[in-house]
């Protein structure tokens, strides 16, 4: 009897762990197939530079122009709305194209830090991309 509940046993984790597998195999191709999905619903290809509208190009070289900055001081260098900004920072930071961090405060300094923004790697080149492309087509008003 107790030979039988053992084989019982190893069958059942056995069938566990099949099941397991293909559960995992499965949320692999379902998560990349979301990251497809996502990639698309951002209008984004992996083998091309990410689409930024205007505002994103103006807030772009705004960083080019001062390195880092905080929300509100983009805002009003771009002559935005403070209360749209925040969205299209986040929405720039998901592009990958700049990066957020937390300012450096002293230790007498009260409340808490700002967010501070600056471009990445892939920000600096699509700000080169875009301004070879403005110099080449000799756009006029255009950012740079």
Do not use: C, W
Not at 33 to 41: G, I, M, V
Not at 74 to 84: D, V
Not at 131 to 142: I, N, S, V
């Amino acid at each position: 009897m107790a030979t039988a509940q053992l084989q019982e046993t190893r069958k059942t984790n056995n069938e566990y762990k099949t099941r397991l597998e293909k559960l995992e195999k499965n949320n692999e191709i379902d998560t990349t197939r979301t990251q497809q999905k996502n990639a698309k619903k951002e209008d984004m290809d992996t083998n091309s530079p990410p689409r930024l509208s205007r505002t994103e190009s103006e807030v772009l070289h705004l960083l080019v122009a001062n390195d880092e900055m905080y929300g509100l001081e983009i805002a009003k260098a771009g002559g935005l709305a403070a209360g749209t900004i925040y969205v299209l920072l986040a929405r720039m930071v998901v592009k990958g194209v700049i990066a957020s961090f937390d300012e450096t405060r002293g230790p007498n300094t009260r409340g808490k830090p700002r967010k501070m923004y600056r471009l990445t790697g892939l920000g600096q080149r699509v700000a080169r991309a875009e301004a070879a492309a403005a110099a080449a087509f000799h756009l006029e008003g255009a950012p740079g």
